[in-house]
Structures are given as C-alpha cells and as structure tokens.
C-alpha cells in the first residue's frame, strides 16, 4: 500500500536558518504517528509544508499521491489540520465556526451539515456553548474546537499540531480516545510533546531534532532499543566471571558492567533474541558464584529516548 | 473521505474554490456585527450632518452643495476604508486565522477576492449610499429641485470608485508588508498629501484620484460634481486611470498572496 504521506528530501530554510534539513519520511495508511522534537525542532514548518502553508526549499513531497505544490487544494479536500494555536474568527461561535468550516467541503441539506456540527460539539465536550461567542473561549476551549473543525470533513489524514498542548488531564485523555476511535478511518500524524500520550496511542514515532530526522520508525522497535536487542539483569558475587561467560557466546555482541553499591547492573546486547532468550539466564545462574536478582529485555522510556537524542548523548536510528 | 454518503461535496474549482464560503462569512462580518450599522451611522452623521449645517446653516451655503458633499463623502470615508482594510489580511495574517483558512480546500485567489468582493459592496452600502441618499434629499430640499436621480447614481459611482482606489491599493500593502505603518501611511499620504503633489506636478490630476472628488481652483468642477450636475467632466481620463489603479492593485494583490507564507 502506499504510504500516505511521502517526503523526498524535502527542506526549508528561512534565509540563513534551516528550519527542516532534507527530510525522506514516509507515513502508511492507518499509523497513529507521533512525531517529536524540541521547540523549534521544525515540526510546525513540516506540516506547514505539507499544507502548502509554506513553500519547501528544496525536495519534493506527496500526501495521497498528490504533490504537495501542484495539488494542495486536492490534498486539503482530503486533510483535517489542527494548528498550534487554533484561531478563529471571534464573531463566529463554535457552531457557526463549524458550520463555516463543513461549507469548504460540503454543500446541499443544510439539515445533514447542522446534525454534523451537532456531532462534533457533542464529541468535543462543547455542545452547552455552542452558540457562545469564541472570543469569550479559553485555550482549552479553543483547542476542542479546534480538534471539531479538524475532523468535520471526515478527514483521511489528521494533521495535529500539538492538539493535547492546552488541554487538562481530562482533556487529554478524551483526545487520547478519539484519537483511537480515528484510526480505523484516518491516517494521523501528529507532533506533541508529550512523550506519555506518544507511548499511549502512536505506532509509529519520529524524533525531528534541529530539523533533522534523528530517529525514525515503529514504537516497539524504539523501545526496545533501537540499534540492537538489549538484556539487563542485576548480578552479585564474581561479576568478573559473569562477563566472561556472556562474553564467550557467540551470540552477544557487547557486555556493559555498571557498578550500583552492592550490586551491578549488567547490559547484554545479543544479536540472536531466541538464543539469548534460551540461554543466557541459564549460562549465568549455572554459576554457584554468581547470584541474579534482576532479569529481563531492556526496554526504553520514550522519554529517555528522546532526551538522549535531543541532549546528544545518543543516536538512534531505525 | 471515509464516511460522507450523505453530503453533497462542494463543486467549485479552480480560482473559485471555497469563494461563496468565503463571502457568506466575509458579508456575516459586516452584518452580523455591529460594523455596517456603526459605518452607516457614522458617515451618515458626519456627512449629512456637515451639509445639513452648511445648506441651511448659511444663505450662500445652498449653491456649493453637491461639492461639498462629494468632498466629505470622498475624504472623510477614506479614513474608515484603510483602517478597515489594513486589517483585512496583516489581522489574518497575524492572528493566524489565514493560515487556518488556507489549510481548507480554498484557492488564495478566493481569499483575496471574497474580501475585495464584501468590503467593496458594504463600503458602498453605508459609506456611500446611504449618506448619498440622505443628501440627496438634503440637497434637492435645498436647492428646491430635485436633481436627476440618473446623475446621482452615477456621481454616486464615481464617489465609490475613489473609495475603492484606496480600498484595493490598502488590500494589495496589506499583502506585500507585515507592519500596520506602511499599509495605513502610504494610503493616508495619498489621501491627504494629494493636493499639495498636484501643486508640484500638475498633470498627476490624471493619474491620482484626487480629482474624482475636488475641483480645481477657478477652474472646473471635480469629476463627480460634473457628473452629478449633469455637465461633461474637465476630463474623463482620472476615472479611467483610476480604474486601471484599481485593477492592478487587485492583480498585485492576488498575484503576491499566491507565494505569501503563514
């Protein structure tokens, strides 16, 4: 299947910045795709960018197959977009908003756009003010109504710019949910900077860095290290010994020793999962010097992924 | 889409895409507010007021009627156009509501457009034609005739055509600049600095569209007031040159906003 969205090495500078350096990403159909980064990392311009909001320097990129120059009105017939900051016009109140909004896609019975809107101030929490003026709106307000206009159009592919960002815990959550509920229908593609709901909800994550692409691909992979399969297990008595007996397996690519008061912590990375899996337990506690009080498959916190990619401490790539 | 049986999808294409939305709210911005109201108020009292007070305020008032008029329906309105439209984008574009508009299945053209279209008409309705119909009145009453409505209509024209130089030249700067100090000063220089750029270089009465709505010193009447008294223009060339002003502002404006960034 192809993938939804493509980028080819698409850039963009603003004069001497590079707010995105050449960037080849691919997004499938159905993915929940959390994308990341500081501020000013450059996620904001890449969805600029695939909106025609902005114009790419360089590079090319297509969203159903459509060039995101030549075929942007094509593109957002398609799309559902939930800027940062969502602003509407403040003489508008959220239904006529929505209203407004339904009218760039649909024409014909009044009767199915008003029982639309009616379903997106329910799914939003905001159908008790829905005939209030925005102006009066708070940030968490705006931003529901913001995440409503985005999906009124039935969108094949939802681009949110941070959409948890003003919300409170409830808030988030709700948008955790119909995130979920999306995506049988839609494609999403979204930036946050909150790595829990990344974890929650995203299968594919990408961690934009300086505008550059440090780490790209499914969540489990991430998680799971990355650049190799990874064993961790804390060890007392002759840790000397224990080293030296993963280190003879064929199978174990690098040992790692780190001394925690009484005990250490011992990092294996193994190239074949199903031997270590079979073994490398056995191997150790078959040793009456050694005593293992910890055991498992090392697998990371996005946060600490994240932060080591983003302090450049680490980097990791699919 | 995944799941629009029941909706009939929008069939514009081209430069026309999204335009009828567009206008629908760009009109509900001005009459579902208190805008048209406050603005027909507004130059309604100033102007009305102003000739009422020299058509029946002084014996020699009566005969500089029409000037009078077509002077404050020209000069005072144009202060109210350009600080309507020097917000009609840098607003947008500031507030970030463009930018939301634009990630809609719109054309830029028809965001360009729906402003001209909606402003243009609702700056004729309450700056234009009603204090024009008022003064009609008022200076028919007063002169004791009624002047021919024909003329009027058309004189009413040439005022909404000085109107609309410096609404689509203040559109067109609101594009090409991000600062409110240019998109509202260059207009207001034009505006009020006009009469002494005639005085320097005369044949610019032409080209600028200062003419359209004062006369010159012992000499003629401005275009409008001719056209309201039913006698032929000292020239018919300021109106054709303001046209072709207004059309490349419009040109310009839409021509930029296609590479504008949000």
Request: charged share 20%.
């Amino acid at each position: 299947m192809p993938p939804v969205i493509q980028t080819k090495g698409l850039s963009k500078s603003f004069g001497e910045v590079d707010a995105l350096k050449p960037l080849d990403l691919d997004v499938s159909e159905h993915a929940i795709f959390g994308f990341l980064g500081p501020n000013g990392a450059g996620k904001t311009t890449l969805m600029k960018l695939l909106l025609g909001l902005v114009q790419p320097s360089k590079g090319s990129a297509t969203i159903f197959g459509n060039d995101i120059i030549t075929e942007s009105v094509e593109i957002r017939r398609r799309v559902g977009y939930l800027p940062q900051d969502p602003r509407f016009y403040e003489y508008m109140s959220a239904r006529e908003t929505l209203d407004f909004t339904a009218k760039f896609f649909f024409s014909g019975l009044q009767k199915a756009i008003d029982e639309r809107v009616d379903e997106m101030l329910d799914l939003v929490g905001l159908a008790e003010k829905a005939d209030r003026p925005i102006k009066g709106f708070s940030g968490g307000e705006r931003q529901r109504l913001g995440i409503a206009q985005a999906q009124v159009n039935y969108p094949d592919l939802l681009i949110l710019d941070e959409p948890a960002a003003a919300l409170d815990p409830q808030g988030r959550r709700d948008v955790l949910v119909i995130m979920e509920r999306l995506r049988q229908h839609t494609t999403i593609f979204y930036s946050t900077h909150i790595l829990d709901d990344v974890q929650q909800v995203s299968d594919t994550v990408a961690i934009l860095n300086k505008g550059v692409l440090a780490a790209h691909g499914p969540i489990e992979t991430l998680l799971n290290g990355g650049q190799g399969i990874l064993y961790q297990m804390d060890v007392q008595g002759d840790i000397e010994r224990a080293e030296s007996i993963a280190r003879k397996q064929a199978w174990v690519s690098n040992v790692e020793m780190r001394v925690q008061g009484s005990a250490t912590k011992m990092l294996v990375t193994v190239t074949d999962e199903k031997a270590a899996q079979a073994q490398l337990l056995r191997l150790l506690m078959a040793d009456e010097n050694l005593i293992v009080t910890n055991y498992g498959r090392k697998k990371y916190e996005l946060e600490e992924i994240f932060l080591n990619i983003v302090e450049g401490e680490q980097n990791v790539s699919k | 889409m995944s799941a629009n049986n029941t909706f009939q999808m929008v069939n514009e294409r081209g430069w026309r895409r999204g335009l009828g939305n567009l206008l629908r709210a760009e009109m509900g911005n001005w009459w579902k507010t208190k805008t048209w109201w406050m603005q027909a108020l507004i130059w309604t009292g100033v102007i009305n007021l102003t000739i009422a007070s020299v058509v029946w305020g002084s014996p020699e008032g009566a005969p500089e009627s029409v000037a009078l008029y077509v002077l404050f329906s020209c000069l005072f309105p144009t202060i109210a156009v350009i600080i309507i439209l020097q917000d009609a984008v840098i607003g947008e574009k500031e507030s970030g509501t463009a930018a939301w508009i634009l990630s809609k299945p719109v054309s830029r053209t028809a965001f360009i457009v729906a402003k001209l279209i909606a402003h243009s008409i609702n700056i004729f309705v309450s700056m234009t034609l009603l204090p024009g119909v008022v003064a009609y009145i008022q200076i028919s009453l007063a002169g004791g005739e009624w002047l021919s409505p024909l003329n009027f209509i058309a004189g009413l024209m040439v005022i909404w055509l000085y109107l609309l130089f410096f609404l689509t030249l203040t559109l067109m700067l609101g594009v090409l600049y991000d600062q409110r100090g240019a998109v509202i000063g260059i207009p207001l220089a034009i505006a009020f600095g006009s009469q002494m750029l005639l005085a320097l270089i005369p044949a610019l009465s032409f080209l600028l569209p200062w003419r359209l709505a004062v006369g010159a010193e012992n000499e003629s009447l401005s275009v409008a007031e001719s056209v309201i008294m039913g006698v032929a223009p000292f020239s018919w060339v300021p109106v054709l040159s303001v046209i072709t002003f207004v059309a490349i502002f419009i040109i310009t404006a839409i021509r930029k906003f296609q590479n504008e960034e949000f």
